[in-house]
């Protein structure tokens, strides 16, 4: 798809298009209502400035639409989308030596236990070890924090997912931000 088609859908089928790329319905809904969008980085930061706008609710929702780091089966559709591009922003963690798997395993059940939702980390270009390392780090943070940083990987994936919907090539970085979300040097 290119931005033209995604601009040219009706509004139902336009939201439909973006839930691919961040699980959030509002967050979607509002995306579709902002087109049309002129290129890609107008796109982007529409994304990301609807999403800062959006409440916790709607963050869970789109953090609920993201299988736990490591737990293997998605991607087994031949269409892309959500359970493909998944699959393969988590490649990292598919070579995983059977320590890290089972670590991996045992602190996503205790990161859902202790905040409530599914570990959300921009996982693309992360090898196992290192997800599992942001994993046990993050268990660490308050409730609110987590909350925060969580929401701004979500952020980072919906970037990426965003280049990978409309096939553009030409995205700017996905942790490029400038609306509102935490900067963390």
């Known amino acids: 798809m290119h931005l033209d088609d995604l601009n040219a859908l009706d509004a139902a089928a336009a939201s439909r298009e973006l839930l691919r790329c961040c699980g959030s319905t509002r967050w979607a809904d509002r995306m579709a209502a902002a087109r049309p969008f002129r290129d890609f980085p107008t796109l982007a930061d529409s994304a990301d400035r609807i999403w800062w706008q959006l409440e916790r609710a709607d963050w869970l929702e789109a953090f609920a639409a993201h299988p736990r780091i490591g737990a293997g089966g998605a991607g087994s559709s031949g269409e ?106």
């Open 80 to 185: 892309a989308g959500p359970e493909r591009w998944s699959a393969q922003e988590q490649s990292g963690a598919a070579g995983a030596s059977r320590d890290v798997a089972e670590s991996l395993a045992t602190a996503n059940s205790e990161y859902a236990s202790r905040f409530g939702y599914v570990f959300i980390i921009c996982a693309t270009g992360k090898s196992a070890a290192e997800m599992l390392e942001a994993l046990e780090g993050r268990l660490g943070q308050s409730p609110e924090q987590e909350l925060r940083i969580a929401a701004e990987e979500q952020r980072k994936i919906t970037r990426l997912r965003l280049s990978k919907l409309l096939a553009s090539g030409a995205a700017p970085s996905p942790v490029a931000n400038s609306h509102g979300g935490p900067n963390r040097s």
